[in-house]
């Protein structure tokens, strides 16, 4: 079986796979064949792979002769008719993209999306979104101390004392719990809300304030993650969130709701109340963003707040991120081959969990009735 490692967009700085998980490949006799240059930017150089047992080739090579690709963001449309019947690893947003997975489908693909990995303990290991979003909480706060004009911590000198920054994080899940540990290790007060009251016991043991609001929909039928709220609910927590954000130095906005919008949880009002240097790093925005000014990958300046639209911060440490998604991938290609042979068992819930096509059809029952 050979597996080929394509290198990403220009846009990307990431790589699906680094050299200390190729070897493991290697070494159960699955040849691999990567992308020249596909690790640069995330500093795994084309000697590392070949010292793990890969061999280099141009991308036509790649894609014709691997039965398995692997790759972070899809290949580029005219490539997909050559690839008939192989097997393609990635993050592709089905719940996004639902007509190109059925053109994929089409084309004789079977495509594994990781980001719709059922989040259940087994999958942890192999859970692309936690490590990735575990980076982009970490850097979100190390990224608003850089454009804060003040300190982060409390100090007193000589020359007078310095109050801590204020840090207010919207969505506690994987990315806000570790922005929640970061503000606070560089000394910031911080203050959560999050519609599933579950995070509560977690926001608190790391040190946070935790901001309740009564009335939250159920969420648990929705495998851990957030549902829509009613509007008497968004009405009660925009009024709470409107009170912290008035004194809030820094904001870092996470809440997404899969397969949706994003929800706008800071008005144009409540922005008008913050305070001119005020940061505020929305993670969210690819899906729309949490303010309504936020732009993905643009910094804007509103009254003198700085507004940063930023859903990929993993890829600003494309070292440790690339390490890491590679070997979330790792333990997740263990599932889908056997004896250095592919073989898909979708009885595996995990398997059937991230299997959005295969044998020419979309096999995702909630992907095919977005179709
Ligand atoms: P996410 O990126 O989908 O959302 C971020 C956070 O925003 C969530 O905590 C969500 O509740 C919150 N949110 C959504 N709408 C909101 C609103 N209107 N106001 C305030 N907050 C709002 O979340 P995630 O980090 O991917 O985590 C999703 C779930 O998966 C969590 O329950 C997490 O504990 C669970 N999880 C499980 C595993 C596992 O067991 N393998 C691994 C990682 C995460």
């Known amino acids: 079986m050979i597996l080929g490692i394509l290198r990403?967009?220009?846009?990307?700085?990431?790589?699906?796979?680094?050299?200390?998980?190729?070897?493991?490949?290697?070494?159960k006799g699955i040849q691999v064949y990567v992308e020249k240059q596909a690790g640069a930017k995330a500093f795994c150089e084309d000697a590392q792979y070949e010292?793990?047992?890969?061999?280099?080739?141009?991308?036509?090579?790649?894609?014709?002769?691997?039965?398995?690709?692997?790759?972070?963001?899809?290949?580029?449309?005219?490539?997909?008719?050559?690839?008939?019947k192989k097997v393609l690893v990635g993050v592709y947003q089905p719940l996004y993209h639902p007509q190109i997975?059925?053109?994929?489908?089409?084309?004789?693909l079977t495509v594994f999306s990781l980001d719709m990995l059922p989040r259940t303990t087994r999958a942890q290991a192999m859970d692309i979104l936690s490590s990735q979003a575990n980076i982009a909480g970490y850097k979100a706060v190390i990224l608003a101390a850089q454009l804060y004009p003040r300190y982060f911590p409390m100090f007193m000198t000589a020359a007078g004392s310095i109050k801590p920054a204020k840090v207010l994080v919207l969505g506690a899940g994987v990315a806000g719990l570790q922005a929640i540990a970061t503000a606070r290790r560089l000394g910031a007060v911080v203050e959560v809300f999050d519609t599933r009251p579950v995070v509560k016991e977690e926001v608190m043991s790391l040190g946070a304030k935790f901001i309740e609001v009564e009335g939250a929909a159920d969420a648990?039928?929705?495998g851990g993650y957030a549902v829509e709220q009613s509007e008497e609910y968004q009405r009660r927590q925009k009024q709470k969130i409107a009170e912290s954000?008035?004194?809030?130095?820094?904001?870092?906005?996470?809440?997404?709701?899969?397969?949706k919008k994003a929800p706008?949880?800071?008005?144009?009002?409540?922005?008008?109340?913050?305070?001119?240097?005020?940061?505020?790093i929305d993670i969210a925005a690819a899906t729309g963003g949490n303010t309504p000014f936020t732009k993905n990958n643009e910094i804007i300046?509103?009254?003198?707040?700085?507004?940063?639209?930023?859903?990929?911060l993993a890829a600003t440490m494309p070292y440790d991120a690339s390490r890491l998604y590679g070997k979330n991938v790792l333990n997740f290609l263990q599932l889908i081959i056997?004896?250095?042979?592919?073989?898909?068992?979708?009885?595996?819930?995990?398997?059937?969990?991230?299997?959005?096509?295969?044998?020419?059809?979309?096999?995702?029952?909630?992907?095919?009735?977005?179709?």
């Open 8 to 27: 990403e967009p220009e846009f990307e700085s990431r790589v699906s796979m680094t050299d200390e998980s190729v070897s493991q490949l290697t070494k």
């Open 51 to 84: 010292a793990a047992g890969a061999r280099l080739h141009d991308r036509a090579d790649i894609l014709k002769q691997s039965d398995l690709l692997l790759s972070i963001h899809p290949p580029v449309e005219n490539e997909i008719s050559l690839l008939n």
């Open 101 to 108: 997975m059925k053109a994929w489908a089409s084309a004789g």
């Open 220 to 222: 648990s039928a929705a």
């Open 245 to 259: 954000i008035a004194k809030a130095d820094i904001v870092i906005t996470t809440a997404q709701i899969p397969g």
């Open 264 to 280: 706008v949880l800071i008005t144009e009002e409540m922005l008008n109340t913050m305070r001119k240097g005020s940061v505020i």
């Open 301 to 312: 300046n509103y009254n003198g707040i700085t507004i940063v639209g930023n859903s990929n």
């Open 338 to 371: 056997e004896n250095g042979q592919l073989r898909i068992n979708r009885d595996d819930d995990l398997v059937a969990g991230c299997c959005i096509t295969h044998n020419g059809e979309v096999v995702h029952e909630k992907i095919k009735s977005l179709l």
